[in-house]
């Protein structure tokens, strides 16, 4: 399975932009990036995903770098509910779909 | 609300004991993940169903561990004589086909003294 490494946590102060990184140097040409992010007690959620091109969605942009090998999930403007730890998931678009976690990045996000 | 339900929210147990917890998905998807995290970890794939039929297990599952899911609705994760070592977060999640985005609830704790 192709791996991601992800800083352990990361610090943003409130209403700026937070660039979170992820490389994943051994992505195969129909791997997916996915991110999903999880709130303190709750479950992971769906954040976005793309392929090859930038995508934006109306809680996040994803970078995806022109060989890549790395993507950076950009919050806009961090809110405080927006401390959470986010995963980058590299899905292969298989027959199984099971997503394979790492340790992702702990975000926290100051007043 | 129309998300993915689990029940219970809460589990303590003692050694030795079975347990069964209940995912109820959105309606209409067919795939329902099951997946267990320990503290400061990722979630770990344990198993999952396409409507009824159950595809994969992970090496995880030991023979302990059976998931239902019948008439490919609610899905079960019962869990024979309990050790400490399952105490976890248990999170289900469902998607509408393979490839989509998974909606996770808010996952079973399950705590084994």
Known sequence: ?111 | DTGVSQNPRHKITKRGQNVTFRCDPISEHNRLYWYRQTLGQGPEFLTYFQNEAQLEKSRLLSDRFSAERPKGSFSTLEIQRTEQGDSAMYLCASSPRVGYEQYFGPGTRLTVT
């Open chain 1, 1 to 111: 399975d192709a791996k991601t490494t992800q800083p352990n946590s990361m610090e943003s102060n409130e209403e700026e932009p937070v660039h979170l990184p992820c490389n994943h140097s051994t992505i195969s040409g129909t791997d997916y990036i996915h991110w999903y992010r999880q709130l303190p007690s709750q479950g992971p959620e769906y954040v976005i995903h793309g392929l090859t091109s930038n995508v934006n969605n109306r809680m996040a942009s994803l970078a995806i770098a022109e060989d890549r090998k790395s993507s950076t999930l950009i919050l806009h403007r961090a809110t405080l509910r927006d401390a959470a730890v986010y995963y980058c998931i590299l899905d292969y678009g298989g027959s199984q779909g099971n997503l394979i976690f790492g340790k992702g990045t702990k975000l926290s996000v100051k007043p």
